[in-house]
């Protein structure tokens, strides 16, 4: 009966020594992955470069809300969305790059395009 017990106890032990050990090699792991995706991506500023500021975008007072619409019509629809930022963003951007000493101009480009509201 000694030998019974010795051996169940000896087999839990292994198993609780197992179970922690893939415990703490899978929580590694998982680290890994999610530093990996949370992480900035490190992007380099040439020298000389310009800012391009491209204004076929729409520029809105505030940011705009998501719809369940939007989201349907963007899932259904092969059509390219025009891309939207929010005032707030792009002088943020222009107040870094104004400190930025690698960046030495702005390139502005596009056009009006209309979204949501005239023609």
């Keep these: 009966m000694k030998a019974f017990f010795k051996d169940v106890l000896r087999r839990m032990a292994v198993l609780l020594v197992?179970?922690?050990l893939f415990a703490i090699l899978s929580l590694i792991v998982f680290s890994f992955?999610?530093?990996s995706f949370l992480s900035?991506?490190?992007e380099r500023i040439k020298k000389n470069s310009f800012?391009?500021?491209d204004l076929t975008m729409n520029l809105t007072d505030r940011p705009v809300d998501v719809s369940l619409e939007d989201?349907?019509?963007q899932a259904l629809v092969d059509e390219e969305m025009i891309p939207g930022y929010h005032l707030r963003?792009?002088?943020d951007t222009l107040r870094k790059a104004s400190v930025e000493k690698s960046?030495?101009?702005i390139f502005i480009t596009?056009?009006?395009a209309p979204s949501g509201y005239g023609w």
Excluded: H, Y
Aim: aromatic content about 8%; glycine content about 16%; charged content about 10%.
């Design 51 to 53: 800012l391009v500021l």
């Design 18 to 20: 197992s179970a922690t």
């Design 33 to 35: 992955f999610a530093g």
């Design 110 to 112: 596009g056009g009006f």
């Design 89 to 91: 963003e792009v002088v």
């Design 103 to 105: 960046i030495k101009g």
């Design 40 to 42: 900035p991506p490190n």
């Design 71 to 73: 989201l349907t019509r």
